[in-house]
């Protein structure tokens, strides 16, 4: 098992940047994949982007393809999404989960954090 919570959300203009971070607790961080979700208000769960336990393999949604970067540190048991470039439409709460990269890709993955609000004004 692995515990997951967020941090790092909050207010910020279109064009600007944030970084999410997710510290991990429990054994199985450095051999789990991670990866991030997001909800905007009305709309269902979505996929973010995934990175496997050794750093070299990731996968982005289109949408957030080339203005996002996901990395970690299993050092820290930590997970970082990187979001440049905001757009109003990337307003959503933001959730860490770990699981098998198909879990993520399909929304299912094995764990989930508490999520952290991410508002990007226009």
């Known amino acids: 098992q692995v515990q997951l919570v967020e941090s790092g959300g909050g207010l910020v203009q279109a064009g600007g940047s944030l970084k999410l971070s997710c510290a991990a607790s429990?054994?199985?961080?450095?051999?789990?994949?991670m990866g991030w979700f997001r909800q905007a208000p009305g709309k269902e769960r979505e996929f973010v982007a995934y990175?496997?336990?050794?750093?070299?393999?990731?996968n982005y949604a289109a949408s957030v393809k080339g203005r996002f970067t996901i990395s970690r540190d299993n050092a820290k048991n930590t997970v970082y999404l990187q979001m440049n470039s905001l757009k109003p439409e990337d307003t959503a709460v933001y959730y860490c989960?770990?699981?098998?990269?198909?879990?993520?890709?399909?929304?299912?993955?094995?764990?989930w954090g508490q999520g952290t609000q991410d508002t990007v004004s226009s």
């Open positions: 989960a770990a699981g098998a990269p198909l879990l993520l890709v399909k929304g299912t993955p094995t764990n």
């Open positions: 429990g054994r199985t961080f450095s051999s789990s994949t």
């Open positions: 990175i496997t336990w050794s750093g070299t393999t990731t």
